[in-house]
């Protein structure tokens, strides 16, 4: 059995979901100390004028060492009324617009208090459009499983049974294969080959939000995000 363990993105890139389609069981990693500078709370998407990010505003102070799940959003900026006008505007023209923009009406419409319960919001839901609404997704905070960095992922994975770990390339740089296949688990790493697709506004721009390749792809979009046709 195949898993994926991945920290929450919020309106994460087509990569994220593909390790979601590779996986029998999708973890994710909930509990795990936030990354100030990551795609935890932000993403791209695509305009006009370029590249526009989208940016969730959090309450983490310099000094402060939280978990993703501890995670509050700022309640006082405006921020879901201005993501809502920006996706609106810069994909009004696209084919699939109507078809996806009432989930982000509906989810901007409610008030947040943690950025880990939107970005749950949205990966169900965007997994759900992309035709995976039934893959078996967890969060790690809910398994009670404890130790170091590459510890933790073993017993995760011995826990839901998995004898293939899906890896993202970066894993590279520090997973301990050895360590992994002494405990019967095997690395898989994703080398993902992000597919070009038609866009709005001129020349292609990768590694943007999935929901850029929704809006203008539709039912379309998980063969094209798994590289199906390559």
Known sequence: MVIGILQPGYLPWLGFFEQLYR????????DVQYDKQGWRNRNRIKTAHGIQWLTVPVHVRLNEFPLINQIE??????WRSKHLSSVSQNYSKTAFFKKYIDIFRVIY??????LIDI?????????????MKDKKIILSSTLNVEGDRLERLVKIC????ADTFYQGSGGRSYMDEDYFLKNDIKIQYQDYLHPSYNQL???FIPYLSVIDLL??????SLNILINKNR
């Not at 011995?158 to 049974?161: E, G, Q, V």
């Open 201 to 203: 506004y001129g020349e």
């Open 158 to 161: 011995k826990k839901l049974n």
């Open 73 to 78: 959003i700022d309640k006082w900026m405006n």
């Open 119 to 131: 970005n749950m919001a949205f990966i169900l839901k965007l997994a759900d459009c992309l035709g």
């Open 215 to 220: 809006f203008n792809h539709g039912e379309d």
């Open 23 to 30: 996986s029998d069981v999708f973890v994710i990693y909930d």
């Open 109 to 114: 419409a409610q008030e947040w208090e943690y």
